[in-house]
């Protein structure tokens, strides 16, 4: 039987001066449910000045989006630790394992929750055979001049570059999409499994403007603050527009339930991605799915050659698809 598991709600955005005192640390602090009056105060700010709203908004969602850092200490699974020094950023590398020698699994960052999770498919992956590379920027700040999705898909290059093709990788949530959009833009994988994925940028604002409460006006100044930034519409990022260059096997997972990341969102995934499957599970909630040993023994079925979950039929004349 599935397990039961439910997303936890928005947050409190930490303000700005408390993002200072933790010098740009990438360790989020335990969730505070939002609080209606919260609500109420960011929607009356909308109303009375969109503008400011709509920047203290995008500081919000820059905040909510910050990832945790590396992978800790895993008992019984000896690591290696380096830093990757970029231009303007460092990333730091842990493997287990030889990457150089193995087939190697890469994992972009997770947040806190997920993070947590990955120590069982380390050692899932390892007592498989495979060496495991994970990445996490260090020093992110909430006053990032580009996306968390952008970020993660820059960096996952340039580990990908040093490492050679991974034999797979694997996302969970923004992390998923970051994936589709390496993979779109020439990270070398064999397959890849996208976990609660989000394919809809636009729609992923849309859903944290609804949440906190802030109304169409301010959700619409920081569509157009979020798309300056990043220099480019955040239409052109969707599934649909990405996914059918991809011709690598991905094993797609969403659960039915999912009240973060709709579940039709994974499901679009598995329409356009022209080698995908879709394992629908029931009820884990958008991080219970990578706590489930259900899960996790069909994912390395997936990497064994096995045909897991269903395809997904679609047509190129709706946009996306029917069942």
Same mark, same amino acid.
């Given at each position: 039987?599935?397990l039961?598991?439910?997303?936890?709600?928005?947050?409190? +955005?930490?303000?700005?001066?408390?993002?200072? !005192?933790?010098?740009?640390?990438?360790?989020?602090?335990?969730?505070?449910?939002?609080?209606?009056?919260?609500?109420?105060?960011?929607?009356?700010?909308?109303?009375?000045?969109?503008?400011?709203?709509?920047?203290?908004?995008?500081? $919000?969602?820059?905040?909510? &989006?910050?990832? !945790?850092?590396?992978?800790?200490?895993?008992?019984?699974?000896?690591?290696?630790?380096?830093?990757?020094?970029?231009?303007?950023?460092?990333?730091?590398?842990?493997?287990?394992?030889?990457? %150089? %020698?193995?087939?190697?699994?890469?994992?972009?960052?997770?947040?806190?929750?997920?993070?947590?999770?990955?120590?069982a498919?380390?050692?899932?992956? &390892?007592?498989?055979? /495979?060496?495991?590379?994970? /990445?996490?920027?260090?020093?992110? &700040? *909430?006053? &990032?001049? =580009?996306?968390?999705?952008?970020?993660?898909?820059?960096?996952?290059?340039? *580990?990908?570059?040093?490492?050679?093709?991974?034999?797979?990788?694997?996302?969970?949530?923004?992390?998923?999409?970051?994936?589709?959009?390496?993979?779109? $833009?020439?990270?070398?994988?064999?397959?890849?499994?996208?976990?609660?994925? $989000?394919?809809?940028?636009?729609?992923?604002?849309?859903r944290?403007?609804?949440?906190?409460?802030?109304g169409?006006? *301010?959700?619409?100044?920081?569509?157009?603050?979020?798309?300056?930034?990043?220099? $480019?519409?955040?239409?052109?990022?969707?599934?649909?527009?990405?996914?059918? +260059?991809?011709?690598?096997?991905?094993? *797609?997972?969403?659960?039915?339930l999912?009240?973060?990341?709709?579940?039709?969102?994974?499901?679009?995934?598995?329409?356009?991605?022209?080698?995908?499957?879709?394992? =629908? =599970?029931?009820?884990?909630?958008?991080?219970?799915?990578?706590?489930?040993?259900?899960?996790? %023994?069909?994912?390395l079925? /997936?990497?064994?050659?096995e045909?897991?979950?269903?395809?997904?039929?679609?047509?190129p004349?709706?946009?996306?698809?029917?069942?």
């Amino acid at each position: 039987m599935l397990l039961t598991r439910h997303a936890a709600p928005l947050t409190d +955005a930490s303000p700005a001066s408390d993002i200072a !005192a933790r010098g740009g640390d990438t360790e989020p602090k335990p969730p505070i449910p939002i609080r209606p009056w919260t609500r109420a105060l960011q929607r009356l700010s909308g109303l009375l000045t969109p503008r400011h709203a709509a920047r203290k908004g995008l500081l $919000q969602l820059d905040d909510e &989006t910050t990832l !945790a850092g590396s992978l800790g200490h895993i008992e019984g699974c000896p690591e290696h630790r380096e830093t990757l020094a970029l231009r303007g950023r460092r990333v730091q590398i842990v493997s287990w394992g030889d990457p %150089r %020698r193995q087939p190697y699994v890469l994992l972009p960052p997770l947040d806190a929750r997920g993070r947590d999770a990955m120590a069982a498919w380390v050692r899932a992956l &390892t007592a498989q055979g /495979f060496a495991v590379v994970a /990445f996490a920027r260090e020093g992110r &700040t *909430v006053a &990032t001049q =580009t996306s968390a999705l952008l970020e993660i898909t820059g960096d996952m290059l340039e *580990v990908g570059r040093r490492c050679g093709e991974a034999a797979a990788v694997i996302g969970h949530s923004l992390g998923a999409m970051s994936v589709v959009l390496a993979l779109h $833009q020439g990270l070398r994988a064999k397959q890849a499994i996208l976990v609660s994925a $989000q394919a809809d940028p636009r729609a992923a604002l849309h859903r944290f403007v609804d949440r906190a409460g802030m109304g169409p006006r *301010v959700g619409a100044r920081m569509l157009a603050l979020l798309e300056a930034r990043i220099g $480019q519409g955040l239409d052109a990022l969707q599934a649909h527009r990405i996914a059918p +260059a991809i011709g690598i096997p991905v094993l *797609v997972v969403h659960d039915l339930l999912d009240d973060e990341v709709p579940w039709d969102e994974g499901e679009r995934f598995a329409r356009h991605l022209t080698a995908a499957r879709l394992l =629908t =599970t029931l009820d884990l909630g958008h991080h219970g799915v990578l706590d489930d040993p259900t899960v996790l %023994r069909d994912c390395l079925r /997936f990497l064994q050659g096995e045909a897991i979950g269903d395809k997904v039929v679609s047509s190129p004349n709706l946009p996306y698809g029917v069942g």
